[in-house]
């Protein structure tokens, strides 16, 4: 018998127009900035990480110093991101090819590495993902390497993940079966997703 597909929560996305205004952003809401992260060439786009416990949370815009990817980008980084937002979240999976098979709306497969980590993530062939970019995106991890295992701790913890949309009932639906994910709220009412995070403050919200 087959074994049942798990997903669990990888990391959460803030997109911005600037990497700088990503990291402004979540520094704002949280009182701790992202440090250090990376480029990505084939998706012409760069990060900055900070920890949330076992999970993790990125800054992500596009590279101005980047060629364009021949490719959309992840995360409708193609069209103006406006203010700085939590757009999107990544739900890991042990291996890809299983979990597409029952989600294919999250996009093909595409192989990246940096550095000693590598990973295949699922990228639509449009760039964005349904549910006015709410659907969760896929990552799988190759090897032990993580970032979180290299991120400083901060003392940051994610507590809750709010998903709304007015049609939240159908993608709770969709995704129940899968989830390995208890902190994970799916809520009626405009597109949105925000997180409550406890920090040495105390809980703060970051939307």
């Known amino acids: 018998m087959t074994a049942p597909v798990r997903l669990a929560l990888d990391h ?11 990291a402004d952003h979540i520094a704002r809401a949280l009182g701790v900035a992202p440090g250090p992260g990376g480029r990505h ?9 900070l920890a949330l416990g076992e999970v993790y ?19 409708g980084l193609d069209a103006p991101p406006g203010r700085p937002r939590l757009a999107a979240w990544v739900l890991r999976a042990p291996s890809l090819a299983p979990a597409l098979a029952l989600l294919p709306e999250a996009g ?16 639509p062939a449009a760039g964005g993902l349904p549910f006015d970019g709410l659907f969760p995106a896929l990552i799988a991890w190759e ?3 993580h970032p ?8 940051l913890r994610l507590l809750r993940l709010e ?7 159908a993608l709770a639906a969709r995704l129940a079966p899968l989830l390995a994910a208890p902190r994970l709220a799916f809520l009626p009412g405009p597109p949105a997703l925000r997180a409550l995070i406890e920090t040495g403050a105390g809980p703060r919200w970051l939307d």
């Open 12 to 22: 959460l996305a803030v997109t911005a127009a600037t990497l700088e205004e990503g």
């Open 41 to 49: 060439p084939a998706m012409g786009t760069w990060n900055r990480l």
């Open 57 to 75: 949370l990125e800054a992500i815009a596009v590279d101005p110093a980047a060629p364009p990817p021949g490719r959309p980008r992840w995360f």
């Open 108 to 123: 093909a497969p595409v192989a990246l590495s940096r550095g000693d980590l590598a990973w295949a993530m699922a990228v």
């Open 143 to 145: 090897g032990a390497a």
């Open 148 to 155: 979180v295992q290299r991120l400083p701790d901060r003392g």
């Open 163 to 169: 998903l709304c949309h007015p049609e939240a009932a």
